[in-house]
C-alpha cells in the first residue's frame, strides 16, 4: 500500500480551471448544434437528444471528478481498472457490434449501449500514470514489468474485439507518456526509424493475411485513392467534396447534403457536415478550439505538483490530439480512413462522457498545480 499525500491548500473553487471547461463546453455546442440539424433532417429526433442527455450526464461527471484530490486515483484507480478489464473480456463474449467491420465493442445494458474501449483510454492512463512516477522515483524492475503488463493487457483485449483504430489510440497515449518520462530520445528515433524500415516487409508477409479486409482495404484506398473510388475511397472522396462544398461560409445549419451521401456521417465524417454547414470559418473555429484545448493541457502538464499529474494530464492531452488529427486527417484525406470520432462533436454517449471524465481529471490537476512566478 502506498501512502498519498494530499494536497492541500486555500479553498479550490477560485482555483477552477473556467478557461478549459467552457472551451469543451463550445466544442460540445457546435456538436450538439450539427446533429440537431442531422436529426431534423434525418427526422431522427433521438440522435439529438441522445448526445444531449449524454453531454448533461458528462458535465455532471466533469464536477464530481475535478472536485476529487486527483491523487486519490492512485487508489481509486485500481478497482476502476479491473473493472474496464473486466468489461472489456466482457464485450468479446456477450457483445455486439458492426456487421461491416466484424468489430464487437459495445455492451447492451437495456436500451443503452455501452462501449468499455471509451473507459479503457482513461483507465490504462492512471495505471500507467502511477507507474511511470513509481519509475521516475526510483528504476526498478517490477514496476517496468506492471507498467508494460497494465498497458498491454487493455490494447491486447481491444485488439481481439478486434477495433485496430482505438488500440491505435491507447498505443499513442502510451508513446506519449513514455515521451516525457525522461527516456533518451535516441532510443525513439530507432524505435520509429525500426518501424519504418520493418513496416513494408510485415505487410507483405503477415499484416495482409492478419488485418481484417476492411482494414486492409482502407489501406490500399489511401495509398492509391482512383484505384477505390467506389469502394474503400468512397467515404473520404464524398467528405472532401462535402467539406469544398462549404466553402467560406458554409450552406447553413441543417442544409447539407453530407448527412444523406456520406457513410457514417454520425460519427467517423462528422467533420464533414461542420465543413459543409459552417463553411471554412466554421471549420477554422473549432480547429482553434481544439488548438486551444491541447496547447491549455500542455500548459496544465508543465505547472502540475507532481509527475503523477504530469503524466495523467499528458497521457489524456494524447488521447484528444490522436482522436483530433486522425478525424479531421481522414476527413480531408491525408490520413488513413479509421472509426475515430472526433471529441465532444461525433454522436456517441460513452464518448462524450468519457471524454467529460477525462476533462474532470485534467480540471482536478490544474485546480492544485503550482502556480506560476507572476501568476495571480
Sequence with gaps: MYAIEKN??????????????INVILINVIGLIVLKGMADQKEIPNLFMKQLIASILGIAVMIIVMIIDYKDLKILGIPAYFITVFLLVAVLLVGVGREETGTRGW????PLSVQPSELGKVAMVIAAAFYFERLQQGRSLKHVLLLLA?????IGLVLLQPDFGTAMVYVFMFLCMLFVSGIKYRYIFIFGGSVLLVFPLLWF???????????????????????????GAYQVRMAIRHIGRGQLTGVGLGKGKATFMVPEVETDSIFAVVGEEMGFVGAVVLVALFAVLLLRCLYIARFAKDKFGT???????????????ENVGMNIGI???TGIPLPFV???GSSVVVNYLAVGIIVSVSMRRQKPMFEA
Excluded at 150 to 154: E, G, M, R
Excluded at 210 to 230: C, D, G, K, W, Y
Excluded at 312 to 324: K, N, P, S, T
Design 8 to 21: 492541500k491548500g486555500p479553498s479550490l473553487v477560485k482555483n477552477i480551471d473556467w478557461f478549459i471547461i
Design 107 to 110: 455492451l447492451m445494458l437495456g
Design 150 to 154: 497494465s498497458t498491454a493487457l487493455p
Design 205 to 231: 508477409t503477415v499484416l495482409v493475411n492478419v488485418l481484417p479486409n476492411h482494414m486492409i482495404t482502407r489501406i490500399q484506398s489511401f495509398l492509391n485513392p482512383s484505384a477505390h473510388e467506389n469502394s
Design 311 to 325: 503524466f495523467l494530464v499528458i497521457g489524456l492531452m494524447a488521447m484528444f490530439l490522436f482522436h483530433f488529427v
Design 335 to 337: 490520413l488513413p480512413m
Design 346 to 348: 461525433s454522436s456517441g
